[in-house]
């Protein structure tokens, strides 16, 4: 019989396969929280987590296919590809830079904040690129949220792809406000528009520029 392998552990969940070859992200219990309270943050976070993965996919943005939501489990599609962290070079940064800008639009078009925009959490298979781990994610209209997104994006790329920061950076954003659709028919609801998220960007850079001092 074949036993689930163990991918990874991290502070909040462990991703194994299972024996069909399925991913599966298992929250982990927190001993320091009352039991109760524990079952409930990690029961809630599961669910909401499966949602913005569907979401995400009505978005037409590609993540993961879910298997099944059980308690603290999320079972799906193990993405055989590569993370983009380990991809991004010189060569392909047009093309990729071009993928992330043009997801991350439909993303916050659909109101869906990811939380932790970096390129581990991006992988490339067949050509097309995947969105994962939305365990920080969340959902949200306001501008400020998208804004904070793309942030933490930029400075994601700025320590681990130095070489080809700037490059990447501009072709980015150039594809996220040519992406971002503000009155998404798909949801039939209008959200904040791109030029508002990227206005809300350069104040919060500017924010940032100033505690450095």
């Known amino acids: 019989m074949v036993k689930d392998i163990l991918l990874a552990r991290g502070a909040e969940a462990i991703l194994y396969l299972d024996e069909e070859g399925n991913l ?92 932790d925009l ?17 365990g920080l994610g969340f959902q949200s209209k306001k501008a400020e949220d998208k804004a904070v997104d793309l942030y933490l994006l930029y400075h994601a790329l700025e320590s681990t792809h130095w070489q080809v920061f700037q490059k990447a950076w501009k072709i980015i954003l150039k594809a996220y406000t040519k992406n971002y659709d503000w009155s998404n028919p798909t949801f039939g609801r209008q959200t904040s528009s791109s030029g508002k998220v990227i206005k809300t960007l350069a104040q919060i850079e500017k924010r940032g520029r100033y505690k450095e001092r």
Not at 85 to 111: P, Q
Not at 118 to 134: A, C, H, K, P, V
Request: charge should be positive; charged fraction near 35%.
């Open 24 to 115: 599966v992200k298992e929250r982990i219990k927190k001993g320091y929280r009352i039991p109760q309270l524990d079952e409930r943050l990690r029961a809630r976070r599961t669910r909401l987590e499966s949602t913005l993965l569907r979401e995400a996919r009505r978005a037409d943005v590609l993540t993961p296919q879910i298997r099944e939501v059980e308690g603290y489990k999320i079972k799906m599609e193990f993405l055989d590809g590569h993370h983009v962290r380990g991809l991004l070079n010189e060569e392909n940064c047009e093309e990729i830079a071009e993928k992330i800008g043009s997801t991350v639009a439909k993303l916050h078009a659909a109101d869906i904040i990811h939380g």
């Open 118 to 134: 970096t390129t581990s959490n991006m992988i490339i298979r067949n050509g097309e690129l995947y969105i994962i781990d939305f």
